[in-house]
């Protein structure tokens, strides 16, 4: 009789112990969630970018005219891109193989994204934030561009091209027009 009853008291000493390790476990999950949302509030995420997703094509950096690729001071290229349903402006992106490239893009709608086939490019397009993506191509190539959030009807046709051509095939290009694109191609 006594036997069983230290049994039992042995076992539930250690279920008591379980509880409260259990316990401190979710205390330590929830002081984490806590403290990451204050720290959060307290510190947002220093480039976060906004944009007025109504007025891209009136003015500022997303309007038309300067969508498609322009080359920097320093020789870096930067990439802007709208993705609306169901299309990306411009069409198809042409830029420089190895060459670092600063992708600048939003959506004028909805949630859109895309990635570049074979490549490490993957973007979330939100509207009202601009999403910035560093990319580097070593080879050229075509690749596509398709949109990878569903955005209603439309999102399986929604896709673009991205050319990666060389330096001097670029270069070349640049000289004739400010924003590059190569959609009047695709
Ligand atoms: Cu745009 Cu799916």
């Not at 510190?43 to 969508?67: C, D, I, K, S, Y």
């Not at 990439?79 to 670092?100: E, I, K, M």
Request: glycine residues 6%.
């Amino acid at each position: 009789m006594s036997d069983q009853h230290s049994a039992a008291h042995a076992a539930e000493q250690a279920e008591t112990r379980w509880v409260w390790i259990v316990a401190a476990i979710i205390a330590l999950l929830l002081g984490m969630m806590a403290y990451m949302s204050l720290h959060w509030i307290t510190m947002p995420p220093q480039r976060m970018e906004t944009v007025n997703p109504g007025t891209l094509h009136l003015a500022g950096e997303f309007v038309e005219a300067n969508l498609g690729s322009a080359t920097e001071a320093d020789g870096s290229i930067t990439v802007r891109l709208v993705g609306s349903q169901y299309s990306f402006t411009p069409q198809c992106v042409v830029v420089p193989a190895d060459t670092p490239i600063v992708i600048r893009a939003t959506s004028a709608d909805v949630v859109h994204g895309f990635s570049v086939t074979g490549t490490n490019v993957n973007v979330n397009l939100v509207p009202g934030y601009v999403s910035t993506f560093h990319a580097h191509f070593q080879k050229t190539g075509d690749h596509t561009m398709p949109c990878h959030e569903f955005c209603g009807i439309g999102h399986a046709a929604m896709w673009a091209h991205v050319k990666v051509v060389d330096k001097d095939t670029y270069a070349r290009l640049a000289q004739k027009q400010g924003r590059l694109s190569c959609a009047e191609h695709s």
